[in-house]
Nanobody
Framework: QVQLVESGGGLVQAGGSLRVSCAAS????????QGWYRQAPGKQRELVAV???????KYADSVAGRFTISGDNAKNTVYLQMNNLKPEDTAVYYC??????????WGQGTQVTVSS
């Protein structure tokens, strides 16, 4: 059974940094894309960053230049390094993995809170 386990969220002051990780397990199918979405209270879930198996990346305009997504294909793990955090980055961050032949799977979410 596919599982995505996130870690690394928490509370940080504005201008600080956090790194969140997401490890996928439970399937031998290939992951060809992983990424992060976030959802703030009262708002829709939005794309933060995605990375393909080949290393291509895409970022939301609001985080470009501050966040960096990276992946370890051998470990089926994706990372999101978040620098210069702002209060508006406060949200629950969800990771996902797209398995070829299976579809998308989601993590349980990790809270990131940025205080001003």
């Amino acid at each position: 059974q596919v599982q995505l386990v996130e870690s690394g969220g928490g509370l940080v002051q504005a201008g600080g940094s956090l790194r969140v990780s997401c490890a996928a397990s439970g399937s031998s199918f290939v992951i060809n894309g992983q990424g992060w979405y976030r959802q703030a209270p009262g708002k829709q879930r939005e794309l933060v960053a995605v990375i393909t198996r080949g290393g291509s990346t895409k970022y939301a305009d609001s985080v470009a230049g501050r966040f960096t997504i990276s992946g370890d294909n051998a470990k089926n793990t994706v990372y999101l390094q978040m620098n210069n955090l702002k209060p508006e980055d406060t949200a629950v961050y969800y990771c996902y993995a797209h398995y070829v032949g299976l579809g998308d799977y989601w993590g349980q979410g990790t809270q990131v809170t940025v205080s001003s």
